[in-house]
């Protein structure tokens, strides 16, 4: 059976799925605004914000997916982290990791999850890495765009993009 779209385009369609959707949703939003008028206009204006929010998100998350094809399988369930690799593997619970760094001093360049003594490493190109994109938005405090423009560098250097704060004790609460 022979394809309609081509397999390229038909990725490029997929990578970019939720900034189309959004985009269609503008549409049918400007159309139920400058068009009907009444009630229609208030649900257009309504599909306007939800489809610019979906663009601006979609945006954020067509530049975190990169290639596939890489070694490896990432899975993310319940709050946790498991990459299932040919040769290591483990998991980490986002509530306990401490810190999130992207290494690129390899071949490929690999994310490093650290929870306490735990320490897994993931190729940015494994299988199933679009899911953490979310579970890497659930870090307190971590700056999206900031992970976004150091995945998308070109650097030879290993990179922290977040770590915990420290909790303070209670004595340095206290006068």
Same mark, same amino acid.
């Given at each position: 059976m022979t394809q309609f779209i081509r397999p390229e385009v038909q990725a490029a369609l997929w990578r970019w799925r939720e900034v189309l959707a959004g985009a269609l949703l503008v549409v049918l939003g =400007?159309?139920?605004i400058l068009g009907p008028g009444g009630l229609v206009a208030l649900v257009g204006i309504?599909?306007?914000?939800?489809?610019l929010g979906l663009c601006v998100i979609g945006a954020q998350r067509t530049r975190f997916r990169g290639d596939t094809g890489g070694v490896g399988s990432v899975d993310v369930d319940e709050g946790q982290v498991i990459y299932f690799g040919p040769m290591t593997g483990g998991a980490v619970a986002l509530r306990d990791m401490t810190e999130l760094a992207l290494l690129r001093t390899g071949v490929t360049a690999h994310?490093? =999850?650290t929870a306490g003594k735990e320490t897994v490493y993931i190729p940015i190109n494994a299988d199933g890495t679009d899911a953490l994109f979310d579970a890497f938005a659930?870090?307190?405090g971590l700056r999206t765009e900031r992970m976004l423009g150091v995945l998308n560098q070109d650097t030879a250097h290993d990179t922290v993009i977040w770590s915990r704060s420290p909790v303070r004790s209670i004595?340095?609460?206290l006068h």
């Amino acid at each position: 059976m022979t394809q309609f779209i081509r397999p390229e385009v038909q990725a490029a369609l997929w990578r970019w799925r939720e900034v189309l959707a959004g985009a269609l949703l503008v549409v049918l939003g =400007l159309w139920g605004i400058l068009g009907p008028g009444g009630l229609v206009a208030l649900v257009g204006i309504l599909a306007v914000c939800v489809g610019l929010g979906l663009c601006v998100i979609g945006a954020q998350r067509t530049r975190f997916r990169g290639d596939t094809g890489g070694v490896g399988s990432v899975d993310v369930d319940e709050g946790q982290v498991i990459y299932f690799g040919p040769m290591t593997g483990g998991a980490v619970a986002l509530r306990d990791m401490t810190e999130l760094a992207l290494l690129r001093t390899g071949v490929t360049a690999h994310w490093r =999850l650290t929870a306490g003594k735990e320490t897994v490493y993931i190729p940015i190109n494994a299988d199933g890495t679009d899911a953490l994109f979310d579970a890497f938005a659930t870090l307190p405090g971590l700056r999206t765009e900031r992970m976004l423009g150091v995945l998308n560098q070109d650097t030879a250097h290993d990179t922290v993009i977040w770590s915990r704060s420290p909790v303070r004790s209670i004595d340095d609460r206290l006068h």
